[in-house]
C-alpha cells in the first residue's frame, strides 16, 4: 500500500505508478497543464490503478476527450471492489460529478468530513468552476469559505493550493486583507498558475489595476509558453486595461493574436467563456467582432457542448448566438432555454433564460426591454457558477443598456455601489450618469 502527498493509503501495484499518479493529481490542482500524460502513464505502469483511471477521466472530460474519458471511468468503477473504502468513496464522488449526478454534492461533502484531506474530492467542491459553484445556489460562495475554515488545520500551514483557494475566495468575497496575506504567501511558495490565477483575481477585486497589469505583464514571459493559464490570464489583462481607460480598439487586438481557439484552446470551458465574454464586452463599448469571427464562436461552442442545460456553458453560448447577424440561431437558444426552465423548475434556469432574451434585446438595440428584463434578474448572475469578473458581464449588460435609454439614475445606483474609484471606465460612465 502507497500513500499521497496527504498521508493517506492508495492502492497501487508499484511505486513507479504512484509516483506518476502524483505528479498527475499535481498538475491538476496547478492548472499549467493537465496531467493527462502523468495519468496516462499511471495506468500504463497499472492497469488496475483505480483512482489513477478516475483521475484521467475527469481530466480527459473537462479538457474535451468524452469517449477516452468515458473508457477510463468504465475502468475506474469497474475496479471498486478492489480498493479501500476511502478510495470507493472518491470514485464514486468523482463518476457522479463528472456525469452531473446532483447526488455528488451531498456524497462529496460527506467523504470531506471523513477525510478532510483527500485534495482531489475536496477540489471537485470548491472553486469556481466546482460542484458549489454550480449547486444553483445563492451562497455557494460563503459555503467554499466554510468548508475552507473546516478543513484549514488539516492541512500544513504552508499548502499552496489551500493558501491560494482560500485568498481566491477571500477576495471574491471582499475579505480584501487576508485574501491578500494567503494569494502572496501561495505564490511565495509555490508560482504555479493556480496561485498566479488568484492574485490576478485578488488584484482585480481591490482596484489594483497597475499591480494587477504590472504582475501579469510580468508573469507572461516566464511563465506564459508553458501554462494553460496563459489564455485567461491574457483575459484577465484585457478587462483591466478596460477598466484602466485604454481605447477598445488597442483592447481587442488580443483577441486575434492570443484568444482565438485556433491559437489557444486551453480547455473547452475556459475557451468559450472567455472568448464569448470578451467579444460582449467589446460590443457593449461599442467594437462589434467580424461576422467570421462570431460565427467561429458559436461553431466552437456547438462542437463542443452540443448538449443544453448546463448553465455556465449556456450563458456565454447565449451571448455567442446574440452576437450573430443571423438572429436564427438565438431564438433557437431561447426556446431551449425555456423548455429546460420549464421542466426543471429552478430560478437558475428561469433566470438564465431571461438573461439570454436580454442579449438578444440588446443586440437588437431595444435598451429599454434590456433593462425591464434584467433589473429582477440581476442578483441571479451568482447562481450561473464562475468567478465575479465573469458574473459581471450581465450586470455590465444591464449597465450599459441603462446608459443607452438614458436611465440615469438606474445607471449611477449600479455604479456607486460598484464603488470602484480606481476603474477610469467606471468613472467616466459615473461622470456621464452624474451630469
Not at 276 to 284: D, E, G, I, P, V
Request: net charge negative; aromatic share 10%; glycine share 6%.
Amino acid at each position: 500500500m502507497h500513500k499521497d502527498l496527504y498521508d493517506l493509503e492508495v492502492t497501487c501495484s508499484g511505486s513507479a505508478a504512484m509516483q506518476a499518479y502524483l505528479a498527475g493529481i499535481e498538475c491538476a490542482l496547478r492548472f499549467d497543464s493537465p496531467g493527462i500524460v502523468e495519468l496516462t502513464e499511471a495506468v500504463t505502469l497499472d492497469d488496475d490503478f483505480a483512482l489513477a483511471h478516475v483521475a484521467l477521466a475527469r481530466q480527459l472530460l473537462i479538457h474535451g476527450f468524452r469517449a477516452e474519458s468515458a473508457r477510463h471511468m468504465r475502468k475506474a468503477v469497474a475496479l471498486t471492489n478492489e480498493v479501500s473504502a476511502r478510495e470507493r468513496a472518491a470514485i464514486d464522488v468523482v463518476a457522479r460529478a463528472c456525469r452531473a449526478d446532483p447526488q455528488a454534492i451531498k456524497l462529496a461533502r460527506q467523504h470531506v468530513d471523513e477525510y478532510p484531506r483527500d485534495v482531489f474530492v475536496l477540489s471537485h467542491l470548491l472553486g469556481p468552476f466546482g460542484l458549489l459553484a454550480f449547486s444553483g445556489e445563492h451562497d455557494w460562495a460563503a459555503q467554499n469559505i466554510a468548508l475552507l475554515t473546516q478543513t484549514r488545520t488539516a492541512y500544513p500551514a504552508d499548502d499552496w493550493w489551500h493558501l491560494t483557494t482560500s485568498g481566491f475566495f477571500a477576495a471574491e468575497t471582499g475579505d480584501f486583507a487576508p485574501a491578500r496575506i494567503d494569494c502572496e504567501r501561495a505564490w511565495s511558495i509555490s508560482e504555479n498558475g493556480n496561485c498566479a490565477h488568484s492574485l490576478a483575481h485578488l488584484h482585480f477585486e481591490v482596484g489594483g489595476l497597475d499591480e494587477g497589469k504590472d504582475f501579469i505583464n510580468g508573469w507572461l514571459p516566464v511563465y506564459g509558453s508553458q501554462s494553460d493559464m496563459r489564455h485567461h490570464m491574457i483575459w484577465h489583462l484585457a478587462f483591466l486595461n478596460l477598466e484602466s481607460g485604454i481605447d477598445i480598439d488597442e483592447i481587442f487586438d488580443v483577441y486575434d493574436r492570443d484568444l482565438d481557439p485556433v491559437v489557444s484552446d486551453p480547455m473547452p470551458l475556459t475557451t468559450l467563456s472567455d472568448n464569448a465574454a470578451f467579444l460582449w464586452r467589446c460590443l457593449l463599448a461599442g467594437k462589434t467582432a467580424a461576422e467570421e469571427t462570431n460565427r467561429e464562436l458559436l461553431a466552437y461552442a456547438e462542437r463542443r457542448y452540443m448538449n443544453y442545460g448546463f448553465y455556465f456553458a449556456d450563458i456565454h453560448r447565449a451571448m455567442a448566438t446574440a452576437l450573430q447577424t443571423d438572429a436564427a440561431p438565438h431564438e433557437e437558444l431561447v426556446a431551449r432555454l425555456q423548455a429546460i426552465a420549464e421542466k426543471r423548475g429552478s430560478r437558475v434556469a428561469a433566470s438564465l433564460e431571461t438573461f439570454a432574451r436580454a442579449f438578444g434585446a440588446f443586440r437588437n438595440q431595444a435598451y429599454e426591454e434590456v433593462v425591464a428584463l434584467l433589473e429582477p434578474v440581476l442578483p441571479d448572475s451568482v447562481l450561473l457558477g464562475g468567478s465575479n469578473p465573469q458574473r459581471r458581464i450581465v450586470e455590465d449588460t444591464y449597465l450599459e443598456a441603462c446608459m443607452r435609454s438614458e436611465h440615469y439614475d438606474k445607471a449611477r445606483s449600479i455604479l456607486q455601489y460598484r464603488n470602484r474609484p480606481a476603474s477610469v471606465f467606471d468613472q467616466k460612465l459615473l461622470q456621464v450618469a452624474g451630469a
